[in-house]
């Protein structure tokens, strides 16, 4: 079946410091969003993605974040200057169209010491 | 803005038992709607999609019920297995923006051998 594979697993950064969180979704998939859970928290919604741009973000998507299709395969997620507040799972997932629903991956956690 | 609901929001039950999780939700102008069962510290697994022109979904020991009008949804699981001990989040899809899901809190599930 397929699947959604985010890399790294795990990611521990200095507060400050920059990350990339990647992701490669289905690929005949055509929607591509992120979510993230803080620890005891629900799964919220960040940004979606479709046709190369940006579609929807919550509130928490802000400057610091950003999205990018470098290739046409990989997804990515930049946080540029990481805040102890973004310790969480982060989610990515994709999807062929409301029929299908979502698939998502199996999570990057990331840890802002 | 729609809000999802999981009550219980933790469950322990012994093996064989048929078990329900309830899952409500404010607006009841939805697309779809989905549930996932995640495991401790992992990704989100679909177990079920229903669109909401349907009234369930069934999948083995798994039947998803949808009533849209009164905004619940519920999740069966017959004869529960230790193998069931996850947690279950159900997840929304609004009507005119399928570009992202709301989801529940979320039930903690403990099935004792």
């Known amino acids: 079946e397929p699947e959604v594979t985010q890399t790294p697993s795990h990611q521990v950064t200095q507060m400050g410091q920059e990350v990339i969180l990647r992701c490669v979704p289905i690929?005949?998939?055509?929607?591509f969003y992120w979510y993230r859970q803080i620890l005891g928290q629900k799964v919220e919604f960040l940004v979606s993605f479709y046709n190369n741009e940006i579609s929807e973000k919550s509130e928490i998507f802000d400057d610091q974040f950003s999205v990018e299709r470098p290739d046409g395969s990989n997804f990515t997620l930049k946080i540029r200057s990481t805040k102890l507040e973004d310790s969480a799972m982060y989610f990515c997932?994709?999807?062929?169209?409301?029929?299908?629903?979502?698939?998502f991956g199996s999570g990057t956690r990331l840890t802002v010491v | 803005k729609q809000e999802v609901t999981q009550i219980p929001a933790a469950l322990s039950v012994p093996e064989g038992e048929n078990l329900v999780l309830n899952c409500s939700f404010t607006d009841s102008a939805i697309y779809n709607l989905q549930w996932f069962r995640q495991d401790p510290g992992k990704g989100l697994t679909s177990l079920l999609l229903i669109q909401s022109s349907q009234r369930e979904q069934t999948s083995g020991r798994l039947n998803a019920s949808l009533d849209k009008s009164s905004g619940r949804s519920t999740l069966y699981i017959a004869a529960s297995q230790p193998g069931d001990s996850a947690t279950y989040l159900c997840a929304v899809g609004g009507m005119y923006n399928f570009n992202k899901f709301y989801f529940g809190s979320g039930t903690k599930l403990n099935v004792k051998p």
């Open positions: 997932a994709s999807s062929g169209g409301a029929l299908w629903g979502y698939t």
């Open positions: 690929s005949n998939h055509l929607y």
